[in-house]
């Protein structure tokens, strides 16, 4: 397996330093979307054929997940942006606990390994600890497609009763709209025999990414990016040559580093419907925004108070909720933001407070009253987005801001400091022994 481009996994104590109170200008390119990637690397499993994937982020996520495939049996190679998943000679149907456990994206395994195998074995997922994280709707749409499905010690292991080892199609609702769920029961149901109806469908941009993937391989799905998708599966599925979507949670990470800082750039590719609330709020605050082709070009002087609700797709998205409320922290008036996808997602709002952030906390509510200047002091990232989040308002910060918890930043993000520098950031890397 070569998998050299990600970046290392952090066996150091590293950290960001970043310099604030500079202006940004430029252009900001945007990688391929980690989320989208994750899951389209899962589906590898369904064909012996090689799948190629273009347009893929060097992130440690990656990387976890090409190490969950090898150990499946998947030849895995990388070069540059390019990926090659070889499917051919799957000897496993159960990834190991070790690597599992850090990726909450392995868990898409268990659909296309229960699909093409017959049985899987798959461990509860890990990830960054922003809240609960329920497989309950992907077990209940495995076991309306015909799947046995049992949880002990930790693991599901689900099987396909019958000589034939394969999935039936059926009629699922899901009760909460579920990315993972939806994404897991659409491969599940690209082998399966029969029709499938997923009611209630996640309706994110990355569903609709997986769809035209199945499709490029063979199989038979509409109806992606609405509530009610439907797959027609079939015997078998082919390797294909996709390009990944642009990461919208990255483009957009890039416009409110420019609002943040009273700047211009131009941040691309983007698929603006992508981004549609996130567009809308920054309007609201006070940003120019001029779309050319695939290019955003955003301009801001001044932001204004404003609040805002994370709701699943196309609602404002919870990914970009921590780096939102830094800018608001730096806002004219009072904002309030609500977190309702995640219970834990507003750790971010102490270590904003530490660098003079005026934030109260009430459950899932933050009131955030806007202050002239931020002052930069050592932080912690708690998760992915809140590590963006810390970064941003060092830019924005008197002094120097020290952000650690990288090893969250570089899960979502590749090299975000060498791409702000481009630009005119000041953010140096350091590492010291653990």
């Given at each position: 397996m070569t998998l050299s481009a990600a970046p290392a996994l952090?066996?150091?104590?590293?950290?960001?330093?970043?310099?604030?109170?500079?202006?940004?200008s430029g252009e900001l390119r945007v990688s391929g979307a980690k989320n989208s990637a994750l899951v389209l690397m899962a589906a590898c499993l369904l064909s012996r054929d090689t799948l190629r994937l273009r347009n893929?982020?060097?992130l440690t996520d990656i990387t976890a997940m090409g190490e969950i495939l090898a150990a499946l049996g998947v030849r895995v190679t990388r070069q540059g942006d390019c990926i090659d998943l070889d499917g051919e000679h799957i000897t496993q149907a159960a990834p190991p606990y070790e690597l599992v456990n850090s990726l909450r994206a392995s868990f898409f395994c268990i659909g296309?390994?229960?699909?093409?195998?017959?049985?899987?074995?798959?461990?509860?997922?890990?990830?960054?600890?922003?809240?609960s994280r329920p497989v309950v709707e992907h077990v209940k749409g495995l076991k309306a497609l015909g799947a046995q499905v049992s949880i002990?010690?930790?693991?599901?292991?689900?099987?396909?009763p019958g000589r034939s080892k394969r999935l039936k199609g059926g009629h699922i609702h899901l009760d909460c709209p579920s990315v993972g769920a939806t994404e897991t029961l659409m491969m599940a149901a690209a082998l399966a025999d029969g029709e499938t109806v997923i009611d209630n469908a996640a309706l994110e941009p990355e569903v609709i990414d997986l769809a035209r993937l199945l499709n490029a391989m063979g199989c038979r799905v509409r109806g992606a990016g609405t509530p009610t998708i439907v797959i027609n599966g079939v015997p078998?599925?082919?390797?294909?040559?996709?390009?990944?979507?642009?990461?919208?949670?990255?483009?957009?990470t890039f416009l409110l580093a420019a609002a943040i800082t009273r700047s211009t750039l131009t941040v691309g590719p983007v698929i603006p419907e992508h981004l549609g609330a996130v567009l809308t709020k920054l309007d609201e605050a006070g940003c120019r925004l001029v779309q050319d082709g695939t290019n955003l070009t955003i301009s801001a002087e001044s932001i204004q108070a404003l609040?805002?609700?994370t709701m699943p797709f196309p609602g404002f998205p919870t990914d970009l909720q921590a780096p939102f409320m830094s800018l608001l922290a730096t806002a004219n008036g009072t904002s309030v933001v609500?977190?309702?996808?995640?219970?834990n997602r507003l750790q971010h709002v102490a270590e904003l407070q530490r660098m003079g952030a005026s934030i109260r906390l009430q459950g899932n509510t933050a009131c955030i009253e806007g202050v002239a200047r931020l002052s930069g002091a050592p932080v912690r990232g708690t998760d992915l987005r809140a590590s963006a989040a810390m970064v941003l308002a060092g830019l924005a910060a008197d002094g120097v801001t020290t952000v650690r918890?990288?090893?969250?930043?570089?899960?979502?993000y590749a090299n975000l400091e060498g791409k702000l520098n481009a630009v005119g950031a000041r953010i140096r890397r350091l590492s010291d022994p653990a």
């Open positions: 952090q066996l150091l104590d590293s950290r960001l330093e970043v310099s604030g109170g500079l202006k940004l893929v982020p060097p296309p390994l229960l699909a093409r195998m017959g049985t899987a074995q798959v461990p509860l997922p890990g990830g960054c600890q922003i809240g002990e010690h930790g693991v599901v292991t689900a099987s396909v078998t599925l082919h390797g294909t040559d996709y390009a990944v979507i642009p990461d919208r949670i990255e483009a957009g609040d805002l609700r609500v977190e309702t996808i995640f219970e918890g990288l090893e969250f930043l570089d899960r979502g």
